[in-house]
């Protein structure tokens, strides 16, 4: 192994090679894409803006939920956005993504500020379906390219840009405090403007590296998570706060201006990294006989001529002739596959009960009693729950199938057996037990995505993954509908007539129907928890059908010496 003394103009002194480099670099693109994400969770914000679409325009609970359904359907039907992402680049994708944003968002602002005439409910479902549609395309183009950029890692990839997105609602709420505190129907005109233009200023970083694992990787997430970290105990902090004493507008422009400084905060590793990358390619170059750059396209060639399809079969016979686990599967080999039908069924058990949680947490605390700011605390603070949950099962899932040799599935089967504790708190109405139960849904629900992205990956390996990642969410919106609109939202509103008859009411034409007292949602959880359960034992299957496979070493071919690693990169001039 050959040493080569740094010369003395070297390091980081070439400012302007160096801001070039920091800007292509994938670290950079990380940054961006934590950017992207911490301003793209208008999908997690219903809770907040439902109120003020219902006062508007004067809709019942089970219309409100019709709307979340819309709102599921279109923020997890991304098929669209996973094959446009096969075949162009990730900025095509998430440029589209900001355009569907402003649109749908935009829309419903003009309704809802009576700005045009009052839509029907079909045009605000459309609206909704155009606007939470765009978090598909969005999280297409940022969560696949990150993947792919760091396969070895990608729990913890999408466990801390899945953190971003959840804490994005509060971030959002911040900068409306801040800006507009007077007028409440500003927070979705803020949800329309500013995820567009984040996502057009970042979208040339977007981007994919063909790189390949490297050790210090690892290292380089567990300090974002340290900074994300930061930022969530920090608007934790506030939440607090605020709720517990009246802000003047100066007070929330300095929490804002210090949520602002941490949440770009990680730019400083970002720079750390890039410098330690530009001070080794300076000593490759100050060497006599530098390596020249090894070919990585040979072993993914190889891999490639080893699972051509054999001549005479048709399509549809290569559909039922799988690849290993682990091996790139085509789109139809991997939704025709037991592994996915089983993921499937999980996902819309799982999934659709904590959703059904998520979307009436407002309606849940309001008809058994709950203050209206304990309310607002509940709604405000499962954006935590989410965000820890997110956090941890990255990390505690690497470390299962790392250091245990544990299969990733198992997490998914604890996580809905968590789920059901708090189903029950809320079905029974236990003193207090909305608390708990936030939390028990919140860490859940934010647990779960990566989890199932996670495991596509893993299963079904990377070639279609921005397809394949898109079609497991199909699972979510199904089970939204059943346990949402047909389960939470009919027996609400048949208790609320019930008690509005036995008081001799009668509803007027379009006014709000309201329930109270623990029998407006005891029926439906106790079904949903049982939905959930189910949920619990089709995942264990999946845990049983992978244990061999998680007993292997499933990111080896994602990773390399460090030296190897070393002689690979990009010398400025000897490309």
């Not at 990150?146 to 959840?166: D, E, M």
């Not at 706060?241 to 400083?268: C, R």
Request: net charge positive; glycine share 6%.
């Amino acid at each position: 192994m050959m040493f080569c003394a740094p010369h003395p103009e070297n390091g980081c002194k070439n400012v302007k090679g160096f801001a070039l480099q920091v800007l292509q670099g994938r670290w950079f693109m990380m940054l961006a894409s934590f950017m992207i994400m911490a301003v793209s969770g208008a999908s997690y914000m219903f809770s907040l803006y439902s109120r003020e679409i219902k006062f508007a325009l004067g809709y019942d609970q089970s219309t409100l939920n019709l709307l979340s359904f819309f709102k599921d359907v279109g923020s997890n039907i991304g098929i669209l956005s996973g094959l446009i992402n096969e075949v162009t680049p990730p900025w095509v994708v998430l440029s589209m993504g900001a355009v569907l944003n402003f649109f749908g968002f935009f829309m419903i602002w003009l309704a809802v500020a009576k700005k045009i005439a009052n839509p029907r409910v079909w045009h605000l479902c459309l609206y909704i379906v155009i606007g939470s549609n765009s978090h598909c395309f969005t999280n297409t183009a940022v969560m696949v390219t990150s993947v792919k950029n760091f396969p070895g890692i990608r729990g913890i990839v999408l466990g801390i840009l899945g953190g971003y997105l959840s804490l994005s609602a509060i971030i959002i709420t911040q900068l409306y405090y801040a800006f507009f505190i007077n007028d409440s129907q500003s927070m979705i005109l803020i949800m329309a403007c500013l995820p567009t233009a984040t996502a057009l200023i970042l979208l040339p970083v977007i981007k994919n590296h063909k790189s390949i694992q490297q050790k210090n990787d690892s290292k380089v997430f567990y300090r974002f998570i340290y900074l994300v970290l930061a930022l969530a105990g920090f608007l934790m902090i506030m939440i607090i706060l605020q709720i517990s004493f009246n802000f003047t507008q100066s007070e929330y422009y300095a929490t804002t201006t210090v949520m602002l400084l941490l949440l770009t905060l990680p730019l400083a590793v970002v720079i750390v990294e890039d410098c330690k990358i530009w001070k080794s390619k300076q000593e490759l170059i100050n060497c006599e006989n530098p390596p020249r750059p090894v070919d990585t396209t040979t072993k993914s060639n190889e891999l490639k001529s080893e699972q051509t399809i054999p001549e005479g079969l048709s399509c549809w016979q290569n559909i039922l002739r799988h690849p290993e686990r682990g091996e790139d599967h085509t789109v139809l080999q991997a939704i025709f596959s037991l592994d996915m039908v089983i993921l499937f069924f999980a996902t819309v058990c799982g999934f659709g009960s904590n959703l059904t949680v998520y979307n009436n947490l407002s309606q849940i605390g309001k008809s058994l009693g709950y203050p209206s700011y304990t309310i607002t605390t509940f709604v405000s603070l499962m954006s935590i729950w989410i965000f820890l949950g997110k956090i941890a099962q990255g990390v505690l899932s690497e470390f299962m199938i790392t250091k245990l040799k544990l299969p990733r599935p198992l997490m998914f089967t604890i996580v809905h057996v968590l789920s059901c504790i708090g189903h029950l708190l809320i079905a029974f109405n236990v003193p207090n037990g909305l608390y708990a139960a936030s939390i028990f849904i919140g860490f859940c629900l934010g647990a779960s995505w990566p989890i199932i992205n996670s495991l596509i990956s893993e299963l079904f390996g990377l070639k279609h993954y921005s397809t394949l990642y898109n079609v497991g969410t199909v699972a979510s919106p199904i089970g939204s509908y059943l346990l949402n609109v047909k389960v939470a939202g009919y027996l609400y509103d048949r208790e609320a007539r019930r008690q509005m008859a036995a008081l001799g009411l009668q509803r007027k034409p379009g006014e709000e129907l309201n329930c109270n007292g623990s029998d407006c949602y005891k029926l439906a959880y106790i079904i949903i928890t049982a939905v959930c359960l189910f949920g619990a034992l089709v995942s264990f299957i999946l845990v049983l059908r992978t244990r061999q496979f998680y007993k292997t070493d499933i990111y080896k071919k994602f990773t390399e010496e460090p030296r190897t690693a070393e002689t690979k990169m990009v010398i400025p001039g000897k490309d």
